[in-house]
């Protein structure tokens, strides 16, 4: 199983020069999530003209937000993600078996990781995302969280932190920054920081980096394994009644 599909990109080197679309996709992607942990707060009013229900407001500007970034990350990564599908069609059970047990891993690893650091705390993030769920249907959110979302973050903290990155940098400092980064970004704006709401991040990026690597830098299996573990987060939201997710959480707090 360890060599299955272990055999890195050298072939097409060019594939992972920076282009000038990469900097233009990933300048964007952070100035606007830096606007948006720093003064977001702005937008509000904006927002409330938009919709008067605050929730189908937050879920447009979100939807644009990752709409625009995804299409320019699929222009930038177009050619890299079409190699690595043909990679992966070639060994289709592959994927179909190691995508639901990369899932399982990331789960218990984020399981283990947060039980040793203290009694599990709900992001304000993952709360964020909870009360907007209950809002707004699940065909509306699959799109963004399970489609666009992930994508757009593969390609910014796998594909160009590690993949195109690592070319100048030493693999390991891109994958450490690929672990912090990703768990920061999903933190960040929060008020009650601890480790036990930075672990589950933290468990979540080192799986992804580790298959990201392990699969010969495929930046479409990362996403595979991503998305998937979105879906069965959304599922899970949506399967569970809002009266009794909410005692989940009092009972975690």
């Known amino acids: 199983m360890g060599t299955v599909l272990h055999t ?92 639901p047990l990369a899932v399982v891993a990331m789960m218990i690893v984020t399981a283990v990781l947060v039980s040793i650091t203290g009694t599990p705390q709900t992001s304000a993030n993952q709360a964020g995302l909870q009360a907007l769920m209950q809002q707004v249907p699940v065909w509306l959110m699959v ?26 940098v030493n693999i390991w400092v ?20 601890s480790l036990p709401v930075l672990m589950p991040y933290l468990a979540m990026g080192a799986v992804l980096v580790f298959v990201y690597v392990w699969t010969g830098r495929n930046v479409m299996f990362a996403y595979f394994v991503h998305a998937s573990k979105n879906l069965l987060a959304v599922i899970f939201i949506y399967a569970i009644p ?9 009972m975690q707090g």
């Open 8 to 99: 890195p990109p050298a072939p097409r080197p060019e594939l992972y020069r920076f282009s000038r679309l990469d900097f233009i996709t990933a300048g964007l992607y952070v100035a606007v999530a830096a606007f948006f942990a720093v003064a977001g707060g702005l937008l509000v009013p904006l927002l409330l003209e938009l919709s008067p229900n605050p929730a189908v407001a937050s879920y447009t500007v979100n939807l644009v937000f990752y709409g625009v970034i995804g299409l320019l990350a699929l222009a930038a990564v177009r050619h890299v993600a079409a190699r690595d599908l043909r990679v992966l069609a070639t060994r289709p059970w592959f994927t179909v078996l190691m995508v």
């Open 143 to 168: 799109p963004l969280l399970v489609i666009v979302g992930p994508f757009v973050e593969e390609y910014i903290f796998r594909h160009l932190l590690i993949g195109k990155l690592s070319r100048r």
């Open 242 to 250: 809002p009266e009794l997710m909410e005692q989940l959480q009092q």
């Open 174 to 193: 891109c994958c450490s920054l690929s672990v912090v980064l990703f768990a920061a970004l999903h933190i960040v704006g929060q008020e009650d920081l």
